[in-house]
């Protein structure tokens, strides 16, 4: 079985993403729980550059990572 260097960045991505993933449910604190929200979104569109979708990987930092994710912080830090 032959593996390529892009499948072995695909594998440490996805796992990556799903240990991120699962911590946002699991995590007791909510800012910790964003955090993670960030680094899971973040390795989705890792897993777009992997597939050479370029337009949908910044289509998924710019409005989720970008905008959701840190607004969702900053809402919870403010209240």
Same mark, same amino acid.
């Given at each position: 079985?032959? %593996? @390529?260097?892009?499948? %072995? %960045? &695909? *594998?440490?991505? +996805? #796992?990556?993403?799903?240990?991120?993933?699962?911590?946002?449910? @699991?995590?007791?604190?909510?800012?910790?729980?964003?955090?993670?929200?960030?680094? #899971?979104? &973040?390795?989705? #569109?890792?897993?777009?550059?992997?597939?050479?979708?370029? &337009? &949908? +990987?910044? #289509?998924?930092?710019?409005?989720?990572?970008? +905008? %959701?994710?840190?607004? *969702?912080?900053?809402?919870?830090?403010?209240?």
């Amino acid at each position: 079985m032959n %593996i @390529t260097i892009t499948q %072995i %960045i &695909f *594998f440490f991505i +996805a #796992a990556v993403s799903l240990y991120a993933a699962l911590n946002v449910v @699991t995590s007791n604190n909510l800012v910790h729980s964003a955090l993670w929200l960030v680094l #899971a979104l &973040f390795g989705i #569109a890792g897993i777009y550059v992997l597939l050479s979708a370029g &337009f &949908f +990987a910044v #289509a998924q930092v710019l409005i989720y990572v970008g +905008a %959701i994710a840190i607004l *969702f912080i900053f809402a919870v830090m403010l209240t």
